[in-house]
């Protein structure tokens, strides 16, 4: 069992930066970010294997947002840049064995961690 502890949400206005932060028991694993916002389903935002520094990010967000992980602190981040209201959302970290950015294929899961951006 993989336990995941988000931190790191909060409420900024459009074009701030916040640093999501998410602790897991275990490092050997490729962790992913994905968001819920209010009445839409789960989506991708961006994952990272473990060991070769590959990564994947939903089109979205690429240019703003960057994942990037610290196995010695088995910990992995998402600096999100230049917020807009439509990133507003529950933001969950998820492990799994493999990368990939389907959220039905991650065997573990944070409680998540709420970001709130206003215009």
């Known amino acids: 069992q993989v336990q995941l502890v988000e931190s790191g949400g909060g409420l900024v206005q459009a074009g701030d930066s916040l640093r999501l932060s998410c602790v897991a028991s275990?490092?050997?694993?490729?962790m992913g970010w994905f968001r819920q916002a209010p009445g839409k389903e789960r989506e991708f935002v961006a994952a990272?294997?473990?060991?070769?520094?590959?990564?994947f990010y939903a089109e979205v967000v690429k240019g703003r947002f960057t994942i990037s992980r610290d196995n010695a602190k088995n910990t992995v981040y998402l600096q999100m840049n230049r917020l807009k209201p439509e990133d507003t959302a529950v933001y969950y970290c998820?492990?799994?064995?493999?990368?990939?950015?389907?959220?039905?294929?991650?065997?573990?899961w944070g409680q998540g961690t709420q970001v709130t951006v206003s215009s």
């Open positions: 990272i294997s473990w060991n070769d520094g590959s990564t």
């Open positions: 998820a492990a799994n064995p493999r990368i990939t950015v389907y959220s039905d294929k991650y065997n573990y």
């Open positions: 275990a490092s050997t694993y490729a």
